[in-house]
């Protein structure tokens, strides 16, 4: 199963670490496509080695190849918000983990679309649940 991880970067890399986490325990599950967001030497300024345009294009590579999304997003990202958009469009399984934070709330266009399965989380062990539930009763894995 080939997952695409989807997390902040240009947005904030508050969460690096958990990214990092929560990659480790999906790659238990499947080929994770997107291990580079868990670095933790990657800063908000992306990845420099390589051209904006670069990035995109291998990045829509890996989202049509991707049997499922998981994003987290707790830290608001336009480029997460645009991947979602695009596995909206090709129907990909898509799961969204966001933690609780008091004061904050889930983007309206993210937690109200049906097609997405949305679900909160306050530790990671809470996270691989999801994970765990998403993977084996949506997609029999």
Same mark, same amino acid.
């Given at each position: 199963?080939?997952?695409?991880?989807?997390?902040?970067?240009?947005?904030?890399?508050?969460?690096?670490?958990?990214?990092?986490?929560?990659?480790?325990?999906?790659?238990?599950?499947?080929?994770?496509?997107?291990?580079?967001?868990?670095?933790?030497?990657?800063?908000c300024k992306?990845?420099?080695?390589?051209?904006?345009?670069?990035?995109?294009?291998?990045d829509m590579?890996?989202?049509?190849?991707?049997?499922?999304?998981?994003?987290?997003?707790?830290?608001?990202?336009?480029?997460?918000?645009?991947?979602?958009?695009?596995?909206?469009?090709?129907?990909?399984?898509?799961?969204?983990?966001?933690?609780?934070i008091k004061?904050?709330?889930?983007?309206?266009?993210?937690?109200?679309?049906?097609?997405?399965? #949305?679900?909160?989380?306050? #530790?990671?062990?809470?996270?691989?649940?999801?994970?765990?539930?998403?993977?084996?009763?949506?997609?029999?894995?």
């Open positions: 199963m080939k997952i695409y991880f989807a997390g902040a970067i240009r947005g904030g890399r508050e969460d690096a670490q958990l990214y990092k986490d929560i990659i480790a325990y999906l790659d238990t599950r499947g080929h994770v496509l997107t291990e580079h967001i868990g670095d933790p030497d990657l800063r992306g990845e420099e080695s390589i051209t904006d345009q670069s990035i995109y294009n291998r590579n890996w989202l049509r190849s991707a049997d499922v999304i998981i994003a987290e997003v707790t830290i608001p990202s336009l480029g997460v918000g645009y991947e979602l958009g695009i596995a909206k469009q090709y129907k990909i399984p898509t799961l969204c983990l966001y933690r609780t004061g904050k709330r889930l983007s309206a266009m993210i937690n109200g679309d049906e097609t997405l399965q #949305c679900q909160t989380y306050k #530790c990671v062990d809470e996270a691989k649940i999801h994970i765990n539930n998403f993977l084996k009763l949506e997609h029999k894995v």
